[in-house]
């Protein structure tokens, strides 16, 4: 079992008139709005491929590429586009540069059509989802500064591939977390997270949801979040009334939905994010890259 590129294709062409584009949302559709990298993620997944933990971003979708049986034919160089290939941008030097506005991603549908979910239409509701002659993209991306292109190419035959089942683990697994989450981007949190301990702890009051610690071995100084690091809210994540701190009760960390990455820790799949408390640990596996 492997990826049916052609369902990748066609989740494009099923969202056409329904998606909104968002670096902000769920990125992937799921809240009827998606950007590039997170559309692509989210179509190879439908279509077949390794169920995810994260959403990419053209900075790091390549690793998910790769695992799913994708494999680079052409960097800066004209190529014969068949169905299914997945074209990386940048206006930077390469992908590594490409992050935020600074890059997009999208697949073909056939040797000249190019169909992507991106902010062609200026943001334009339920206008994200765009087809496009190739060769007439690319020259008007190159007059606005466009520097780099590479495309990946699906191989059934490669051994990624081969290895794809639906009992496979999420990708990255825990240790992985440097290729998805990197020093300098940006993710966003869960709407809510539940207070599953508070205490006076070095001088400060805090508090540990064990879920964004990512599970039962944390401690206070590297996982705990002082009170002027959250607001409280339900569990939905309404902002409460009544902001008195106890357990069972459930916080949201501030500028939810654009944090800043302060360090990665790939042995414990952790990010470090800087608050007025210091360097504060979170699990990536309950994190959103963002743009």
């Known amino acids: 079992m492997g990826v049916d590129i052609y369902k990748m294709v066609g989740w494009f062409y099923d969202k056409r008139g329904k998606l909104t584009y968002s670096m902000l949302g769920s990125r992937n559709g799921a809240d009827g709005t998606a950007d590039c990298s ?18 990419y971003s053209t900075v790091t979708i390549g690793a998910y590429l790769a695992v799913n049986g994708f494999e680079r ?137 064990e879920e964004l610690a990512g599970g039962s071995d944390w401690d206070w100084t590297n996982n705990g979040w002082g009170l002027k690091s959250f607001e409280i809210v339900d569990k939905n994540g309404n902002l409460q009334k009544d902001q008195s701190t106890a357990v069972g009760k459930y916080m949201q960390l501030h500028n939810p939905n654009r944090i800043r990455v302060a360090e990665v820790d790939p042995d414990t799949n952790g990010i470090g994010i800087d608050t007025r408390y210091g360097r504060i640990w979170a699990s990536a596996a309950t994190l959103t890259e963002v743009k």
């Open 38 to 55: 997170g559309s692509v993620t989210q179509a190879i997944y439908s279509a077949g491929g390794k169920a995810y933990n994260y959403l």
């Open 73 to 209: 034919i052409a960097v800066n160089q004209d190529w014969e586009a068949k169905f299914g290939d997945v074209v990386l941008m940048s206006w930077g030097k390469d992908m590594s540069t490409s992050g935020g506005a600074g890059g997009h991603i999208g697949v073909m549908d056939g040797a000249t059509n190019f169909i992507s979910c991106d902010y062609w239409t200026g943001g334009q509701a339920k206008t994200a989802v765009s087809e496009h002659d190739w060769n007439e993209y690319y020259d008007i991306e190159v007059a606005n500064g466009l520097q780099y292109v590479e495309v990946w190419r699906y191989n059934s035959n490669s051994q990624a591939a081969q290895s794809i089942n639906s009992n496979a683990p999420k990708v990255p697994v825990s240790g992985a977390v440097n290729q998805i989450l990197n020093v300098g981007e940006y993710f966003s949190t869960k709407k809510a997270y539940r207070i599953d301990h508070y205490e006076y702890v070095n001088g400060v009051e805090q508090v540990i949801s």
